[in-house]
């Protein structure tokens, strides 16, 4: 557990899943949940150190009350990623953390080398409305997958033998923090400050994300000055579950690259 | 005890199987649905039924607000506070509620809440309340997760405005306002408050600690509303705060007839329109972000005094007409019987103020009218005994003595 106390902001303790060593990547989730030490976690970790916090206001790690609005979101990671004492990092940011990773970008371009955004919540299109990510939980969950949902999705829960509504409270808040930024529309104005993007950008796009249709990736790619599209077939909100191989390989490549 | 006349204000002409085939009833409902102008007609109909029970003694008129739904038309129920305090002469005018993190600037309610205290003479209660998940997160999008912030910083600028002699500026986290001055200001010193909630420990602390008073209001009746009613006057004891039967307000739907036969003829199809036309989406109704987690773990751990099924089947208007009213979702029958079961609800839940739900969903004018007569003259009369000891800082005063001066002893103010 981290603990950070920001001046003027607040104190947040951030569980940190870390693994691996080299050059340093911060990982930051979607807006579901951590992922815990998913595969592909794992194995952009065997030649990096991946760093990947769990966002405040989800499971242990606290603060989310403490934010306004999402640039005290990006000043929390740049006093995260300074607090590491590194000089820069790679970021790979997932659909609500893609938001949070791409106004990282903007407010701290000193310390963001590159930037991977993977199914990326953060705009509006008017002409193609993106659906409830709150709606109801079987249409949620039937856009989120290209195919069949996966038995158990990758989350770094763990049961409590002595609570037997800890999923649902694990749940609830995790999602509840999520409407901080994403309710009732994931647009915090992030539109007008891609252009002020330095990092060359990676976007991944699992094509078939009936959350985010592939036209919010290539507006991405359209706003941000030097950005390329990486789209994967056959993957929906969740490339790296869905097409591990496909995930792994296009962003280590590029971060290689 | 006092007695608060209401009605959700419900389209009285849905179709018969709108219940059954919309998704949902709040937020997404057609609004091709209702008729303009038979809403119209309805707004009147409710109006003259509370102007009716102005003069048969209840101590308010009691409104609440909801959007973008079939089950109450009043997305401003200040609109219609206004017609009441302009219209009646008695009873107070409830306001239950505003949702205060609806509006912003928030000194909109205060001034909206200011006018109708001096249009009606002072006749005002302010409910505030959060609003439920429908009309806040999905109607009026706020997120969930900032909404109890949002509802606390404006009732504290709404209670300043009110009391500050001197304009000043509010810097808050939602509301900045470099002038807040409201004019006109209430004609009560203290306009009475009450906070609706559902059985969240957070609102218990909030009501005990600025002595408001406390509401729950369900149509599920006693038998379901008994552990959240009692788990609030534990919680009070355990914190050592107020007691007063009067802090405690509850909706209750009332069916008076001259027989049991004849209450169940004249009020049995409306009841059932009133529960199956209401089918509310899930996601619709449980937001996440909406409960705080100590608020959903004592949902959680809560007792269950009625099974899933029979839940089920109310809301699908599948109980019988008694069933319904074993259950206490009503209190159906003769002025004698209505009292006795009224007295026992009041007492065993220690409740002071009954919001009695007089009209429901589609049921005639004629049969609410009098349910009106039968409960206000043969009813009320003989339950202001209960608790009638007690001390009633929730209710307006200028509201209690023209209660007491026109319908007697033990009307309105404690004997």
Redesign the interface.
Known sequence: MTTLEIPHVGRFDVQVWESGSGEPLLYLHGYERHPGGAGFLRRLAEDRRVLAPEQP?YGRSTG??SF?DVLDVALFYRELVESWGVDGIDVVGHSLGGMFAAELAVVAPHLVRKLVLVNAFGLWLEEQPAPDP????DEVKAAKWHGEAPKSEPTNFEPDPDDP?AA??F??????????FM???ADRGLRRRLPLIDAPTLVVHGTSDGLLPLAYAEEFVRLIPDARLAPIERAGHYPMVEREDEFVTAVTDFLKG | MKFHWFAQHYYTKLPQDFGDTVRSSWVTPPASVADPTQVGEDYHMYLRLMQQADGLGWDSLLLNEHHQTSLAMTPSPNLLAAVLAATTENAAITLCGNSLALYNPPVRVAEEMAMLDALSGGRLIAGIVFGTPMDT??SY??????LR?RFHEARELILRAWREPEPFAFNG?YTQLRYVNTWPRPVQDDVPIWIPGSGSPETWDVVNDNDYCYGYLSFSGKQSAAPIVGGFWDYTQSQGADMNPNRMAFTQIICTADSEAEAERQYSDAVKYFYRQNPT???FAT?????T?SA??AN??RAKTQSAEERLKATRGELSFWEYDELGYIIAGTPERVEQRVRELATELRIGQLITCMHVGDLPEEVAAQNNTLFGTQVIPKLRDVWGEEEDRWTPKVSQERVAAKFGNGAGLPV
């Open positions: 206001g989310v009350e306004t709150f709606g109801a939980a509504h649902i409270l749940a609830a808040q995790n999602l509840g923090s999520a409407t901080k309710w009732p529309i | 997160a999905f999008g706020v997120p969930p997760i900032e912030e986290k989406a899930i996601e937001p996440p972000g909406y409960n987690p959903i773990k959680l751990t």
